[in-house]
């Protein structure tokens, strides 16, 4: 085998004739890649010998299986026993599960095969697997790492998710917000309790679109945070910034006059006020709250986590 695959054989190439382990050693140092599915012969790596793409040998003296998984529509070998494969025709790919309506489903509209436990419980968005990572930018549904769904429907892949949340809560895509941000908006309200604005900015408001809910309403003018009077959410951005308030303005109701107590900053006030915390810090004690949606972004434990299992050809 090679460091990519397990497996007792070497594939020839259709383009340019040459011998190698697998597509991936191929394409490392070619300027070309392989159209994995036109690959027709293969060797033996027991006795050498040449012959048709298949999983047994067809050398009477020899007749070793070169891999304990084949796939001939993908052409695909692999000996390690530590991974389940099955091929998924709606895909047109091997993935790695025990194979559909087991631990995984495909869903049409999206056109990406998902963990069972999301089955009626994700956002569909057409072809939503076609598309390039928003973070590194490599094509998502041939990848061959963990891609994820997020709240919102739009994915990514697991290892740029979880650097990405080190500094931002919001999709890359839509921007609405990854998780379950209500503590992180109450310790933001306990932090503008204690920050005045400068009085020279006492008749200034701000028009604003809450990238949460769709909604605009209008907000006193502040340097970062701006409330949502719809869902009370700081996941906003300014539209426009206004000397008065038109006669229709629909505003938050005053912190003052809030029903719900904030709650104490974590740190003082101007810390909050001039750093916003990574996801990770700002819904690590409010796990019961977002496990309650697609996935915890704490730790990535429960299988609803991977909206996609990973590309495996």
């Not at 692999?78 to 991974?83: A, E, Y």
């Not at 005045?196 to 900015?201: A, I, K, L, V």
């Amino acid at each position: 085998g090679c460091r990519h695959y397990q497996r007792a054989c070497k594939l020839q190439a259709h383009c340019c004739g040459k011998w190698d382990t697998c597509r991936f050693c191929h394409d490392e140092v070619s300027d070309h890649t392989i159209t994995r599915n036109l690959i027709n012969t293969m060797m033996c790596m027991h006795c050498s010998t040449v012959q048709p793409a298949g999983q047994v040998c067809i050398n009477a003296d020899c007749g070793k299986k070169v891999a304990e998984y084949y796939c001939k529509e993908c052409k695909l070998w692999d000996n390690d026993p530590k991974k389940t494969i099955y091929h998924c025709y709606d895909c047109g790919i091997c993935r790695i599960g025990k194979g559909l309506g087991i631990d995984y489903f495909h869903c049409q509209t999206c056109n990406v095969c998902m963990a069972i436990g999301l089955k009626g419980r994700h956002k569909c968005i057409e072809r939503n697997l076609e598309s390039d990572c928003p973070i590194c930018g490599e094509y998502m549904f041939t990848s061959t790492s963990t891609v994820i769904f997020m709240p919102c429907g739009h994915c990514m892949h697991h290892k740029c998710h979880q650097q990405y949340i080190q500094t931002s809560y919001q999709c890359p895509t839509c921007l609405k917000a990854l998780a379950d941000m209500t503590e992180y908006y109450q310790r933001i309200d306990a932090a503008l309790l204690q920050h005045r604005m400068p009085s020279e900015y006492d008749g200034t408001f701000s028009h604003i679109y809450c990238n949460d809910c769709e909604k605009r309403s209008h907000a006193k003018f502040h340097f970062l945070y701006h409330k949502c009077a719809h869902c009370l959410g700081y996941n906003t951005k300014v539209l426009s910034t206004l000397q008065s308030l038109p006669p229709d303005a629909l505003m938050a109701p005053p912190l003052e006059n809030m029903d719900r107590p904030p709650l104490e900053p974590a740190g003082s006030s101007s810390s909050l006020i001039s750093e916003s915390p990574s996801v990770n810090e700002s819904i690590s004690s409010s796990s019961s709250s977002v496990a309650s949606g697609f996935w915890c972004h704490q730790c990535q434990v429960s299988r609803m986590t991977l909206a996609s299992n990973r590309n495996y050809h």
